[in-house]
């Protein structure tokens, strides 16, 4: 994890004088400087040396990139300390060694905005829970329980706040009475996704929201990629729970991968399209979660957690009908057709038996079928 | 009859039709040979302010001016009412809405009524009046002066209905013709949930082949409803049709034509047509919310009142609805991709007045290549048509109405109390709203019926929940 394992190693991040600070603040709040851009600057900084100003050298740079006029600035500035957020610059004490490790070729982000109550929460190990925007019901209680139990063993969760997975991570790891931080694909002061209010508030004073965009950017569709590396990058390991053919998850993955971190996928169903992108992992190598406590004791070399799948004991008190069909029941909904062929029970009792699984906290009812919880 | 110009006039009555009366009375009179003093002569049809159409009163006005000539004894005519049109030659002609007067006038102790010969087995089917066929004035006289026996009418055979499609032409859908059983037995609304071409409109005309025929008191209402809405051709009908209706609207289908409607008098519409039956509403959410918001009233009270500016008429409408729509937004044919929050989402559409009233859900399954080709053998409609007979006879004897409208609080009674239970526990797990413990209940109740049993124990209510387990009373899952 350091970076002597990477053949274009370099150093920890240059420390920044207060000049260079203003200047990377100018460029960051135009929000034009993609991570070519940063790469860039960061290289003139370091090339500049301290024989250069480095006013200058971003100056230098400014026709290139549209960095922020002074108006700009003060709004952007205004915004910022409204928000309670701060600009984390590399070097700064408070940004995070891992995502500066992830970066031998300078891909690394130059800043990031953060807010949040704990700043140092970002120094720490974390790993990445990421997945589809359109879990199923199985992979949504999956990453809740990774959550869980990932905060009960005291590691961080990192996430990336859309719906689905993401959330359900965010969720879990509070449920679980951790610390989560979420890198934010948009501005720290934009509502997005839609009605996650509530959620960015208790993430941001669990952990940190981070964006390496200025507050007001709204969403465009590159940026949610862009962002997914610093998501990698932060984690010294990527879960993937769900996720479809070309999911975002998926590219979250294999950039983890080049980063030299671990990937960890779910092993789902060869029928469920929520489980192509973990199944293609799989097969690149990809390390198989195969239970929860086995994942949070390699992770955090402690087995702590009580969050994983545990299927409460429930048979005692089941009708005969229900422990049949329990026995039937798996990861992939079943209709009432299929368990009535595996089963041989009628219709009504099929129905009966279901219902009463549920009842019990043995069945979860998806819109497709029912599941084993 | 006063002094005065000669002449006959008649007061009160609306409509040129019914103006002209005193011509055609006294037209068919002469021509019958009965001989009209040369005085005024004046008919009052009260109250004035009801509004009257057609000619169908020219009968009872002949019959009035013929008791105070004294050509036929008031005697011969007391308990005894008179419909029919009069011709200028002195035949009696066949008069619409026969079928509606006639059980009216039953209610209200008429004993024999005189009809034209073409309304006679019309007005026959109710079998509390005596009703006499006439064919001219003579004839009628006679018959009131006791000189001459009423005609017989025409035995009425019950026709054969329409051969009902069977419903073991349904392949699979195990849940949904389970459903549709105790749909049937408690008069349940149902919500067909599945992909184009499965066999929901299949299902909802078997579902009319399973309910059991009417009772004399529901045909009559319904054949008056066809009566008035103009749906029986030429004569009227024959004999009383005992066969539940299906009505079947298109969603494009106006709300006058749904509800009841028309200029002047509404004319009843598909929810009256579909009374004591079933209405089939094929791609639920294709409707206009405002249509399916009108439907709350007579789901609720069954009946609907229509105001138009000659009358507010109330037809009823006590049908049991059925509606279909696709699982999911793709539609669920050849494989669903849908995520589950998608689902969710999507049926949640379904919110708000009608969904509280859907007790069952049935999730239907698109057909495999094995079923069509080698169909396992299920069971035919008169086997189940049997046992929602046997469940609707427990439910009548208890409280004289089906499962659907029975009261809660006697139903609670008669469940055990872990029974109970489990419909509290899925109230806080937030699968059930409050409303929905209550006709979850009644389902369970449905399903004991149908199991021949007294008590609603835990199976017959997790059946109840496993049934509307599609609908999701309130979002739980995020």
Not at chain 2, 9 to 26: E, H, K, N, S
């Amino acid at each position: 994890m350091t970076s002597s394992r990477s053949p274009g190693g370099r150093g920890p991040a240059p420390p920044l004088s207060r000049a260079q600070r203003s200047g990377v603040l100018r460029l960051a709040a135009g929000g034009r400087a993609d991570a070519a851009v940063q790469q860039q600057v960061l290289r003139a900084l370091l090339d500049a040396g301290s024989s250069c100003a480095p006013a200058d050298v971003i100056a230098a740079l400014d026709r290139r990139v549209g960095s922020c006029d002074d108006i700009g600035l003060t709004r952007v500035g205004a915004r910022l300390r409204a928000l309670h957020a701060t600009l984390i610059v590399a070097g700064d004490d408070d940004y995070p060694p891992h995502l500066w490790d992830a970066w031998p070729e300078l891909g690394a982000p130059l800043w990031l905005f953060s807010t949040g109550a704990r700043p140092p929460a970002i120094r720490r190990p974390a790993v990445a829970v990421v997945g589809t925007r359109r879990p199923s019901t199985d992979g949504l209680r999956t990453a809740t329980a990774l959550g869980a139990a990932l905060a009960e063993a005291g590691v961080t969760v990192v996430s990336g706040m859309a719906r689905g997975i993401d959330q359900a991570a965010h969720r879990g790891a509070l449920d679980g009475g951790g610390t989560t931080i979420a890198v934010l694909g948009t501005g720290l002061g934009v509502d997005y996704p839609a009605r996650s209010g509530d959620l960015r508030l208790a993430v941001a004073a669990s952990g940190a929201l981070l964006s390496e965009l200025p507050p007001g950017a709204g969403p465009r569709p590159w940026q949610f990629l862009a962002r997914n590396r610093i998501i990698s990058g932060l984690a010294i390991a990527t879960v993937v729970v769900e996720g479809r053919e070309h999911s975002g998850a998926l590219q979250t993955a294999r950039l983890a991968g080049g980063q030299g971190r671990d990937v960890w996928a779910v092993p789902g169903s060869i029928n469920a399209p929520a489980s192509a992108a973990p199944l293609a992992l799989l097969r690149d190598g990809a390390i198989p979660l195969t239970g929860i406590d086995d994942f949070v004791t390699a992770i955090s070399g402690s087995a702590t957690s009580t969050g994983g799948r545990s299927t409460p004991d429930v048979a005692w008190q089941l009708s005969a009908d229900a422990t049949t069909l329990l026995d039937l029941l798996g990861a992939v909904p079943a209709s009432t057709d299929a368990l009535m062929a595996a089963s041989t029970l009628p219709a009504h009792a099929v129905l009966a038996g279901v219902a009463e699984l549920v009842d019990r906290g043995a069945g979860v009812m998806t819109p497709h079928g029912v599941v084993r919880s | 009859m006063s002094a005065g110009l000669p002449g006959f006039t008649v007061i009160g009555a609306t409509g040129a039709a019914g103006r002209q009366a005193g011509d055609r009375v006294r037209a068919a009179l002469t021509a019958t040979g009965v001989r009209l003093p040369s005085r005024k002569i004046l008919a009052s049809l009260a109250p004035a302010d009801v509004p009257t159409s057609g000619a169908r009163f020219d009968l009872a006005l002949c019959i009035a001016l013929l008791v105070r000539l004294g050509v036929v004894p008031a005697s011969g005519v007391s308990g005894c009412a008179f419909l029919g049109e009069l011709a200028l030659d002195g035949t009696i002609r066949a008069v619409s809405g026969v079928l509606p007067a006639a059980a009216h006038l039953a209610e209200h102790g008429a004993g024999r009524l005189f009809v034209a010969d073409g309304n006679a087995a019309e007005a026959a089917l109710v079998s509390a009046l005596d009703s006499v066929p006439v064919r001219d004035l003579v004839e009628l006289i006679e018959i009131c002066n006791g000189r001459m026996a009423p005609r017989p009418t025409r035995q009425t055979t019950p026709a054969a209905g329409p051969p009902v499609s069977d419903l073991a032409d349904v392949r699979g859908q195990a849940e949904a013709r389970r459903a549709l059983e105790i749909a049937a037995a408690g008069a349940h609304h149902m919500l067909l949930l599945g992909p184009p071409g499965c066999g929901k409109s299949m299902l909802a005309a078997r579902l009319v082949g399973v309910l059991p025929p009417l009772t004399e008191l529901q045909a009559l209402e319904l054949t008056a409803i066809r009566s008035v809405a103009g749906l029986l051709a030429g004569s009227g009908p024959t004999a009383l049709d005992r066969t539940p209706p299906l009505r079947a609207p298109h969603h494009a289908t106006t709300a006058a034509a749904l509800l009841g409607g028309g200029t002047g008098i509404a004319k009843p519409g598909e929810i009256s047509l579909a009374s004591h039956g079933v209405l089939f509403m094929d791609e639920l959410f294709e409707w206009p919310r405002r249509l399916l918001d009108a439907l709350r009233e007579p789901l609720e009270q069954g009946h609907v009142r229509i105001a138009r500016s000659r009358a507010t008429v109330r037809y009823p409408a006590t049908f049991q609805l059925v509606c279909a729509a696709n699982p999911c937004p793709c539609g669920g044919a050849g494989g669903c991709e849908c995520a589950d929050a998608q689902v969710w989402a999507y049926r949640r559409r379904l919110s708000g007045p009608l969904a509280d009233r859907i007790d069952l859900a049935p999730r239907l399954r698109a057909l495999r290549a094995h079923q069509l080709v080698d169909p396992v053998p299920v069971e035919s409609t008169v086997t189940v048509a049997g046992r929602v007979a046997t469940a609707r006879a427990a439910a009548l004897d208890r409280w004289a109405v089906l499962n659907r409208a029975a009261p809660p609080t006697k139903v609670r009674a008669t469940a055990r109390r872990d029974a109970l239970h489990i419909l509290g526990r899925a109230v806080e797990a937030g699968v059930l709203s409050g409303r929905g413990f209550d006709r979850a209940l009644r389902v369970a109740r449905t399903c004991a019926d149908l199991a021949g049993e007294d008590v609603v124990a835990s199976a017959h209510v997790h059946e109840a929940l496993a049934h509307r387990a599609a609908l999701r009373d309130v979002r739980a899952a995020r």
